[in-house]
């Protein structure tokens, strides 16, 4: 069963999805009910985990930095889970390339090389944005780049972190 909780953020509404133990999915903006089984509402409020990552949101977009993590398993590629984690791994405030992930990767397993375009497909794919913090990742030269929620959810995700973003080259 797949439990559904909404929350606003100054990011617009943002849709918790949890399997009863773990967050699934994070989606910035309203998530289409239409064919969509599972349970929202007061039902959904009383999955723990829900309720924690909630919790975890209203600190974050307050500035703070959530001294707790939250359980997350997003559904991808072995790849695109490798590229996760190492994204996971960048602290809060931080930034991190594209292409510093791939020299990560290629150390890890020097049998299948990787690229930062590569990597920027599996960051591009991440389903559960904010806690696999996808918005610390950036382009060669400290550019900004893409991100699934828009480049402006990506400056004020940044800015949280006290990152001053809207300088940076596009």
Not at 117 to 140: E, K, L, S, T
Not at 144 to 155: A, E, M, R, V
Request: charged residues 25%; proline residues 6%; aromatic residues 8%.
């Amino acid at each position: 069963m797949k439990y559904y909780l909404e929350q606003s953020s100054p990011l617009g509404n943002l849709t918790l999805c949890s399997d009863g133990e773990n967050i699934t999915e994070l989606e910035i903006g309203r998530l289409k009910r239409d064919g969509i089984s599972g349970i929202y509402g007061t039902e959904a409020e009383k999955i723990p985990v829900l309720h924690k990552a909630a919790k975890w949101l209203r600190i974050y977009f307050q500035g703070g930095e959530p001294a707790f993590s939250i359980p997350c398993r997003p559904e991808g590629t072995a790849f695109q889970k490798r590229v996760w984690k190492q994204i996971s791994r960048v602290p809060y405030g931080q930034m991190i390339t594209y292409g510093s992930i791939a020299e990560r990767l290629n150390k890890e397993d020097r049998e299948h090389r990787t690229s930062p375009r590569a990597v920027g497909q599996a960051v591009g794919r991440n389903p559960i944005p904010i806690f696999i913090p996808c918005h610390r990742i950036i382009g060669a030269g400290g550019r900004l780049t893409g991100y699934s929620g828009g480049i402006d959810k990506k400056i004020k995700l940044l800015a949280v972190e006290g990152i001053p973003a809207e300088k940076m080259h596009l």
